[in-house]
């Protein structure tokens, strides 16, 4: 077997480990298993990381198993969190698995026929029939309160200034502990891997394998660090917020753009965590991008691997195209090649004005358009200076006094882009 702990650790990826963890990875093929919470209906970039561990351990032979939490879910993970989370409604829940499940299938092949063929469960299947008195007899005898009350999660918020917990998140801990109990007898997994907040919740599933496993029985755990910005800031987030792995929640000019736009220092470091690149073409784009920083070689590479995992090589391509609209020498039949959400994405921010579509139709004067109908510039007076400069572009493309905007100069039967200059733009919105 290839070493896979060496790979995650030059990577960056291992922060706790349990002994043997190694050594077991490399005596045969393993089945290891990472959790999904169903916070949400889909998974946002922060759960990119477990995603490439579970890819990592396929494509080192081992038998990743995706977990999505449809009984811890009920509950809600203490972890990391300094208040009681809001239970969720079954149907939300219900919604909720089968949006993750959807996201986990486009990087997992469940329907595969080799050995190592990923395995994708719900712990609702198996906690469901579970009643209390059962569970507090079977599991919840064999982990003390002591024990419970010595995980950071738990004396967080036992803390002087804590809010406290109820029994409900109290149990969390023994559920997830359960879960890997479940998968050990009937999936023989002996591996759980998370982010480091969870080290707690894994520690205790260990230890219930070890005890109700048997004489015999072995459990391991791995942790990855929980990720983050150079300058301190929350990994994971734009000013529009999460940076999600659909399409219809984050376009993919701005998922791209995101990995674009990260420093030198994050690039460095996420080059080796998010993609699947060898130690040796690593080192060469980081040497590469050392020697002229500002082509920003490990940024474009990291957008580009990144896009193409997540989305696909086609809508890497329409990203791309998108950007150069932006940033390079784009022609107007580039501009009607972008779906509307995509050009107002890519033109977020600039100010707007609406026109009707019944005067487009009968054609409008460029000085008209630039003053009276959009206030773009402040008088014809203006609008006339600027023409007769060459400084006017409608759709990336130079006109001249004479000009009429009609409907054949339409983006998506919808937009006119204006541009003065390199760098100031307007936009029509034609209604």
């Known amino acids: 077997m290839k070493n896979l702990i060496e790979e995650l650790t030059w990577r960056g990826l291992v922060h706790n480990i349990i002994d043997g963890t190694e050594q077991q990875f490399l005596k045969e093929p393993t089945a290891a298993y990472i959790g999904f919470d169903p916070t949400s209906d889909s998974l946002h970039i922060g759960s990119l990381v477990p995603i490439i561990l579970l890819v990592h351990l396929k494509n080192f032979g081992h038998k990743p198993i995706a977990l999505v939490g449809g009984a811890t879910g009920m509950i809600g993970d203490p972890s990391g969190k300094s208040d009681e989370r809001n239970l969720l409604t079954e149907d939300i829940l219900n919604h909720n698995v089968a949006g993750i499940k959807g996201v986990l299938s486009r990087f997992l092949d469940f329907n595969a026929t080799t050995e190592n063929t990923p395995v994708l469960v719900n712990n609702y299947d198996w906690m469901k029939e579970f009643s209390f008195i059962d569970f507090a007899r079977d599991v919840g005898k064999r982990i003390t309160v002591n024990y419970m009350m010595a995980k950071d999660s738990v004396k967080k918020r036992f803390a002087a200034d804590g809010a406290g917990m109820s029994f409900t998140e109290f149990t969390y801990q023994l559920i997830q502990g359960y879960d890997f109990y479940h998968l050990y007898k009937n999936y023989n997994c002996l591996v759980q ?25 072995k459990a391991y755990a791995m942790t990855c660090p929980l990720i983050t910005k150079a300058d301190g800031s929350k990994f994971g987030k734009s000013e529009g917020g999460n940076i999600w792995l659909d399409a219809d929640k984050t376009s993919v000019y701005k998922f791209y753009q995101f990995w674009l736009n990260t420093t030198d220092e994050d690039a460095e470091k996420y080059i080796k965590i998010f993609t699947f690149l060898s130690k040796e073409e690593i080192e060469v784009l980081i040497e590469e991008h050392k020697q002229a920083p500002h082509l920003r070689v490990l940024q474009r590479k990291l957008a580009e691997q990144l896009t193409v995992f997540v989305h696909s090589q086609e809508e890497l391509e329409n990203a791309v195209k998108a950007s150069g609209i932006l940033f390079g020498n784009a022609s107007a039949d580039d501009l009607k090649a972008l779906d509307a959400k995509t050009f107002l994405e890519v033109f977020d921010g600039v100010p707007q004005a609406e026109i009707v579509m019944e005067d487009l139709k009968a054609g409008i004067d460029i000085v008209e358009v630039l003053n009276a109908k959009s206030g773009f510039m402040k008088s014809n007076g203006e609008a006339r200076r600027a023409l007769t400069e060459n400084s006017i572009s409608v759709n990336r493309e130079k006109v001249q006094e004479g000009f009429s905007l009609s409907t054949n100069d339409l983006i998506n039967n919808q937009f006119v882009l204006l541009q003065k200059g390199k760098k100031n733009y307007f936009i029509l919105n034609v209604k």
């Open 193 to 217: 891997m998370g982010g480091s907040d969870q080290w707690g919740n894994i520690t205790t599933g260990t230890e219930l394998v070890r005890r109700m496993g048997g004489e015999d029985a």
